[in-house]
């Protein structure tokens, strides 16, 4: 199968990570899919490969030239949509960076999109793989903290040197959708609840000239079943820190307490007394993704997963730039 990149300023790791475990599979062609974009990652990363990848500046005429079976999406945000929707009405699964949409109405035109395309899709919701992850959500799944009643989530990045794009809200989209729909996607995965109402506050005070790119933010969700949820995102992390970014979730229920804190697993209960879990293996989004093309199962991050925290993060920037109570 040939796969095509369009983009440069996603997450493309995911894409390389994969390749290592998946045979039959080529990228056959790279190009910008924003306005300007620099995609001089990518072209270094595709240097490691033991195969000539074709650099084009047009994206629709790699497409049109290489008829690839997979387009991997990783432009500007606000462009995300777009691209979607073209590259699924030239007949390409989508694997995507998120958010798939910064604008309603972009993802719902998207969401008709992809259910006329008999194509799959699936955004780039790649921390559910992490071996930290996978064990507090499987745990979870055996009732070892019984049902469900808080959930808190942190996403605390270094700020850096951000390209140009990301200090404009048409193109960047908001630090919620971009930054905080990770732990969006994660009260949503751990719980398998529908959100009910969000409010939400984010600022743009001390980003050190980066335009409209907000550096704090909280959200306040409330869930199905009474359950609430929390999630703070900054991109204040001390640039000494160990680690580019510090996501953690502390999640309450009935029997007990499970923590996700320096990628390690922690869990209170009649049994366990605040002791590090032993973690499963770790898995690679890219490689699922495949498989589910590949008629080998079922992708663990679903179309409809996609769409729906992508709306919810988009709601949650409403609320903060309106500064009131919104209803999902």
Known sequence: MKIVIIGGSGHINYVMEGLKEI???????????????????????????????????????????????????????????????????????????????????????????????????????????????????????????????????????????????????????????????HAIDWIYWFTNKKFKKVYATHSRKYNKDNGDLEVTALCFFTLENEIFASLSIDYLRPSNAPTHDDDRVRIVGTDGIIEIIFNKVFLINEKYKGEELLLMPGKRIFVDFINEIMGKGKCMVRPEDSFYVTEVAIKARESADSDKIILL
Not at 108 to 130: D, Q
């Open 23 to 181: 045979t039959d599979y080529k990228i056959v062609g790279v190009a910008p899919g924003s306005y300007g974009e620099d995609i001089s990652k990518v072209l270094e990363t595709i240097k490691a490969l033991p195969y000539k990848v074709n650099v084009y500046d047009n994206y629709e005429k790699m497409i049109e030239e290489t008829k690839p079976d997979i387009a991997v999406v990783a432009c500007h945000f606000g462009d995300i949509a777009r691209l979607n929707m073209k590259v699924l009405k030239y007949g390409c699964h989508v694997f995507s960076e998120k958010p798939l949409a910064t604008t309603m109405e972009d993802l719902e035109n998207l969401k008709k999109v992809y259910y006329e395309s008999n194509k799959h899709l699936c955004a780039m919701f790649g921390i559910r793989y992490k071996s930290w992850f996978l064990t507090a959500w499987h745990k979870i799944q055996e009732g070892v903290i019984g049902n469900i009643r808080l959930i808190n989530t942190q996403k605390s990045y270094k700020l850096g040197n951000r390209p140009e794009f990301y200090k404009h809200r048409e193109s960047y989209g908001g630090t919620i959708p971009w930054v905080g729909i």
